[in-house]
C-alpha cells in the first residue's frame, strides 16, 4: 500500500490546471456528463438516483434528513466498494486531489472515509465550480492576446499548420469535430462546458510555456461561432474577429488528395478498427451519406440527387476495389460549385484583414518570419528558409510589434 504523507487542501487552481494534477471527481455521473477538467476522473460518492433521491429528500424535508438518507444508501458492500476504488485511484494518483461540486459535504466525506483508512488525501477548496470560474477567468484574458487566424478553402491544411506550430491551438481537435457536415469524428463531442474548459486550460498551458516569447500570437484556424454543436466563448471570437489573417492557397489537386487521404482513407480505416469489417463499413457509409444529406437544400434538388448517385458509385467502387480515390467523383464537383464560392464568400467580408496569402509552405515560411515556433525539440526553428512573398494581389498592412 501507498504511503500518503499529508498535504494540505488547495485553492491554487492555476497550479493544479498547469501541472494537469489527476483529479478525483466524486459528482454524480449526470454531473461530470455535463461539465468535466481534463485531467479529471470519476468515481461518484452517489450515482444518479442515490443522488437525485437525497436532492428530493432535503427540499422536502431539509439536510439532516437528506444526510441520513445519503448514509443509509451509501452504506454496507456499497460504501467498501466505491472506498476501494478510490483507494485504487489515490494509490496510482498519489499526487491527485479530490473534489465535489463546490468543495462541500461530498468531498469532505470521501476526504474523511479514506483517513479512516490512513490515506491522508487533499481537496480543492471550492470544488468544481471554483476551478472552472477560474479557467474561464484566465481564458477571457487570454483571448485579448494577439492571434494570427490560418484561412482557406477546404482542404488547404489550416488544422495541420496549426498543429504544426507551438503556438497553434487546434479548436477543432478539442471539439473533437472538423466543422463542416461531414466533420463528425468516432469519438463524440464534448459537452459545452467540457469543451470550454479544455480550450481553457490549452491556452492557460500554452500561455505560461510560450507567452513571454517574442512574436508570440495565437495561431487558431479560421471558424465560424460554432464548430458542430460546440460554441466557440464569446471572448475568443471576439479575438478572432480583430486578428490577422493568412490565407492558405494550394492547387485544387493538392486539396483533393489531403481531403481523400483523411475522410476517405482515414475514417473508412477508423471505422472498421473501431467497430469490425461490416458494421464499420456500414457506419463509415452512412457517415458519408448523412454528410451530405445535411447540406442537401443548399445544394438544391438536382444537385443533390446527382452527388448522391455519384456518391453510392464511389461507395460501392471504394470497398470492391479498394479505392478511396472514388470519392472524388462527387468531392470535386461539390468541392468547386458548394464549398468554394461559400468560403469565397466569407473571405471576401474579412479580405481588409488578410496580411499575407500564399501555400502552405509560404504561408509556414512566412509565419515563421513573424516569430511563430514550430513544435520541435527546441520550440526555435534556426535555419528556417526565409519565406517567400507570394504574388496573390491580397491588401497586406504593417503588423503591430
Not at 517574442?214 to 466563448?233: N, T
Request: glycine share 8%.
Amino acid at each position: 500500500m501507498a504511503t500518503f504523507s499529508y498535504r494540505p487542501d488547495s485553492r491554487d487552481y492555476s497550479s493544479l490546471l498547469l501541472a494537469g494534477v489527476p483529479l478525483l471527481d466524486v459528482r454524480a455521473p449526470v454531473e461530470f456528463a455535463q461539465g468535466a477538467l481534463p485531467a479529471a476522473s470519476n468515481l461518484p460518492l452517489m450515482n444518479n438516483q442515490e443522488r437525485a433521491a437525497v436532492g428530493a429528500c432535503y427540499k422536502a424535508s431539509g439536510q439532516p434528513a437528506a444526510l441520513a438518507l445519503g448514509h443509509s444508501l451509501v452504506s454496507g458492500s456499497v460504501r467498501e466498494a466505491r472506498l476501494a476504488a478510490w483507494q485504487t485511484w489515490c494509490e496510482a494518483n498519489p499526487n491527485g486531489y479530490l473534489y465535489c461540486a463546490r468543495g462541500g459535504l461530498r468531498s469532505h466525506l470521501v476526504q474523511q472515509w479514506l483517513r479512516e483508512r490512513h490515506i491522508n488525501f487533499p481537496l480543492v477548496e471550492g470544488g468544481y465550480r471554483a476551478l472552472r470560474q477560474y479557467a474561464l477567468r484566465e481564458m477571457d484574458a487570454l483571448a485579448k492576446r494577439p492571434m494570427f487566424i490560418i484561412s482557406g478553402n477546404t482542404g488547404c491544411g489550416k488544422t495541420l499548420l496549426v498543429r504544426e506550430l507551438a503556438y497553434g491551438v487546434d479548436l477543432e481537435g478539442i471539439a473533437r469535430h472538423r466543422g463542416s457536415s461531414f466533420g463528425r469524428t468516432l469519438s463524440p463531442q464534448p459537452s459545452q462546458a467540457s469543451f470550454e474548459n479544455q480550450l481553457a486550460v490549452t491556452l492557460l498551458q500554452k500561455a505560461t510555456a510560450f507567452g513571454d516569447r517574442p512574436g508570440f500570437r495565437w495561431i487558431l484556424e479560421d471558424e465560424g461561432a460554432s464548430i458542430g454543436s460546440r460554441h466557440l466563448p464569446l471572448s475568443l471570437r471576439e479575438g478572432m474577429q480583430r486578428a490577422d489573417i493568412m490565407v492558405i492557397n494550394d492547387p485544387f489537386e493538392r486539396r483533393l488528395a489531403r481531403l481523400e487521404e483523411e475522410y476517405f482513407r482515414h475514417m473508412a480505416a477508423a471505422f472498421i478498427s473501431r467497430l469490425g469489417e461490416e458494421n464499420g463499413w456500414q457506419a463509415f457509409s452512412g457517415y458519408l451519406r448523412q454528410g451530405l444529406y445535411a447540406i442537401r437544400r443548399r445544394l438544391g434538388l438536382e444537385n443533390a440527387l446527382r452527388l448522391n448517385a455519384l456518391l453510392e458509385q464511389a461507395l460501392l467502387r471504394h470497398r470492391s476495389h479498394n479505392d478511396p480515390g472514388a470519392h472524388l467523383s462527387w468531392l470535386a464537383p461539390l468541392l468547386r460549385d458548394y464549398y468554394d464560392p461559400m468560403y469565397r464568400y466569407q473571405l471576401s467580408k474579412k479580405i481588409q484583414s488578410v496580411c499575407f496569402e500564399g501555400t502552405f509552405e509560404e504561408v509556414t515560411a512566412w509565419l515563421l518570419e513573424q516569430g511563430v515556433h514550430r513544435i520541435d525539440a527546441n520550440l526555435a526553428a534556426p535555419g528556417q528558409p526565409k519565406a517567400q512573398r507570394c504574388a496573390f494581389p491580397v491588401t497586406r498592412k504593417k503588423l503591430p510589434s
